[in-house]
């Protein structure tokens, strides 16, 4: 069965300073991988996706995600955080036809 | 605008009592998903349903029971017995199951508090 850990329960950042949340998946064969986005007390909301092609992905609000197949990692990156982006971040990864979602990272912004 | 109504948003039940959250989408979407959060750990998916008629359950479907006798409609009941019900439940569409079509659009939640 495939996992999804994401390490980081809670960051913290400076506006305007580049973020980069940790995710790493287990799964035997090409995963399909995933980050959603969630406001307090709101669904969640699909940031980008990796299917195939490019490792580097491009996705909503300035993020991007790299897909490293050697290191089962799809971190996630901004280079200069809005107070906006407070919020928090799932990884998740589709295998077997089921999808999985970590735990999640809680993003706090200082000004 | 498309997209998926939970409601209530909030929902106080005594010990004993069923109750049934909605989940509607005008997405056209075949797929829905019912999945629970607790803090720290993530999304658990209770039940899913890929078309009309057809249910399955997920990773913690124990006291818990659906229908989808409606493309767009798949309640959840919450039952009494399940031990620990107090969570905020989210309810998800994609288009089709499997694969690449399996990306979810998420309703707003219903947070369901066991007084």
């Known amino acids: 069965a495939q996992s999804v850990t994401q390490p980081d329960i809670h960051i913290t950042v400076s506006e305007g300073a580049s973020l980069e949340l940790r995710c790493n998946y287990s799964y035997g064969a090409t995963p399909y991988l995933f980050w959603y986005v969630q406001s307090p007390g709101q669904g969640l909301q699909l940031l980008l996706k990796?299917?195939?092609?490019?490792?580097l992905v491009q996705g909503i609000k300035g993020f991007e995600a790299e897909f490293k197949r050697s290191q089962s990692s799809f971190n996630l990156r901004k280079p200069s955080v809005h107070w906006s982006d407070a919020a928090e971040y799932f990884c998740?990864?589709?295998?077997?036809?089921?999808?999985?979602f970590g735990t999640g990272t809680r993003l706090t912004i200082i000004p | 605008d498309g997209g998926i109504t939970q409601s209530p948003k909030y929902l106080f039940r005594k010990e004993g009592q069923n109750v049934t959250l909605s989940c509607e989408q005008n997405?056209?979407?075949?797929?829905m998903y019912w999945y629970r959060q607790d803090p720290g750990q993530g999304l658990r998916l209770i039940y899913y349903?890929?078309?009309?008629?057809d249910f399955q359950k997920g990773d913690i479907a124990e006291g818990y029971s659906v229908s989808r006798e409606k493309k767009e409609s798949f309640p959840l009941t919450v039952t009494s017995a399940q031990k620990n019900p107090t969570a905020f439940y989210l309810c998800?569409?994609?288009?089709?199951w499997g694969s690449g079509a399996n990306v979810l659009t998420f309703g707003a939640g219903s947070r369901l508090t066991v007084l």
């Open positions: 998800a569409s994609s288009m089709a």
């Open positions: 990796y299917f195939s092609g490019d490792t």
């Open positions: 997405l056209n979407h075949d797929a």
């Open positions: 349903s890929q078309i009309v008629n």
């Open positions: 998740a990864v589709l295998g077997n036809e089921k999808l999985t």
